[in-house]
């Protein structure tokens, strides 16, 4: 246990430089998964243009793809494609910055959640040890469709996260490094979690510092074919080899 607790601490240490909560594993389970066609296509901040979101279906993107390659998909990627096909392939634009998310929605007690796990980016890091050490972690959001074009996504803040367990009202598996928590607790254990803070009397719980309200720009054909162009070469990310 000593082994396992000093492995989080030096592998994750750089991980906690934002203000939302991180977990080890996934929030969702597979009777959960609520796959919502609608938040397909190109999106933008309301606040900032420049923060563009292009929402593809994971399920499209790699039957897509297969139809490029030669050699045919190993019981690995199978496996996988099962696993993700009901997943968004999110590239996230801001600038000259290209994020690219893997993103599975679930639904709890009649809400949506997405549960966001980075892929790939182009962000420059000047020590490459630090690339090798990062683990990949899961990040809860609130989402809500307020119309067919315009949507809502709320990361789950880590101060709420912080309150919560340093008052006790909060009793759940997790590691802490300096001042911030990541959560190791179970699939299961977390969506209980999730249903008993939707129940409970936290004043503001969805409040966030990490929030963004989107509107549509491109529909769903349209962003597709943007990503079809990315899968035979004919557009580019700077900095990112979808290959």
Same mark, same amino acid.
């Given at each position: 246990?000593?082994?396992?607790?000093?492995?989080?601490? !030096?592998?994750? $240490? !750089?991980?906690?430089?934002?203000?939302?909560?991180?977990?080890?594993?996934?929030?969702?389970? &597979?009777?959960?998964?609520?796959? &919502?066609? /609608?938040?397909? $296509? @190109?999106?933008?901040?309301?606040?900032?243009? #420049?923060?563009?979101?292009?929402? /593809?279906?994971? *399920?499209?993107?790699?039957?897509?793809?297969?139809?490029?390659?030669? @050699?045919? %998909?190993? %019981?690995? +990627?199978?496996? @996988?494609? #099962?696993?993700?096909?009901? /997943?968004?392939?999110?590239?996230?634009?801001?600038?000259?910055?290209?994020?690219?998310?893997?993103?599975?929605?679930?639904?709890?007690? $009649?809400?949506?959640?997405? +549960?966001?796990? %980075?892929?790939?980016?182009?962000?420059?890091?000047?020590?490459?040890?630090?690339?090798?050490?990062?683990? @990949?972690?899961?990040?809860?959001?609130?989402?809500?469709?307020?119309?067919?074009?315009?949507?809502?996504?709320?990361?789950?803040?880590?101060? =709420?996260?912080?309150?919560?367990?340093?008052?006790?009202?909060?009793?759940?598996?997790?590691?802490?490094? +300096?001042?911030?928590? !990541?959560?190791? /607790?179970?699939?299961?254990?977390?969506? *209980?979690?999730?249903?008993?803070?939707?129940?409970?009397?936290?004043?503001?719980?969805? =409040?966030?510092?990490?929030?963004?309200?989107?509107?549509?720009?491109?529909?769903? &054909? *349209?962003?597709?074919?943007?990503?079809?162009?990315?899968?035979?070469?004919?557009?580019?990310?700077?900095?990112?080899?979808?290959?």
């Amino acid at each position: 246990m000593k082994t396992y607790k000093s492995f989080i601490v !030096l592998l994750l $240490g !750089l991980l906690f430089s934002s203000c939302i909560v991180k977990s080890l594993f996934p929030f969702y389970t &597979e009777d959960t998964i609520s796959f &919502e066609k /609608a938040f397909l $296509g @190109t999106w933008k901040d309301i606040k900032d243009p #420049n923060n563009t979101w292009i929402v /593809a279906s994971v *399920k499209e993107y790699y039957d897509e793809k297969r139809k490029h390659e030669s @050699t045919p %998909p190993s %019981p690995e +990627d199978i496996a @996988t494609y #099962n696993k993700e096909k009901d /997943a968004y392939f999110i590239i996230n634009e801001e600038k000259d910055k290209v994020a690219i998310f893997s993103v599975m929605p679930f639904k709890i007690k $009649g809400q949506l959640f997405l +549960d966001f796990t %980075p892929i790939t980016s182009n962000c420059n890091c000047n020590i490459d040890l630090v690339n090798y050490h990062q683990v @990949t972690t899961h990040s809860l959001v609130k989402f809500d469709m307020t119309d067919n074009d315009s949507v809502s996504v709320k990361w789950f803040s880590s101060e =709420k996260l912080q309150h919560l367990i340093e008052t006790h009202d909060l009793n759940i598996k997790h590691e802490k490094f +300096d001042s911030e928590y !990541l959560l190791t /607790a179970s699939p299961e254990e977390l969506q *209980k979690f999730i249903k008993n803070y939707m129940d409970s009397d936290e004043e503001d719980k969805w =409040k966030t510092d990490v929030k963004y309200d989107l509107v549509r720009t491109e529909n769903h &054909e *349209k962003s597709f074919e943007y990503i079809k162009k990315l899968i035979t070469g004919m557009e580019k990310l700077d900095g990112i080899d979808l290959n």
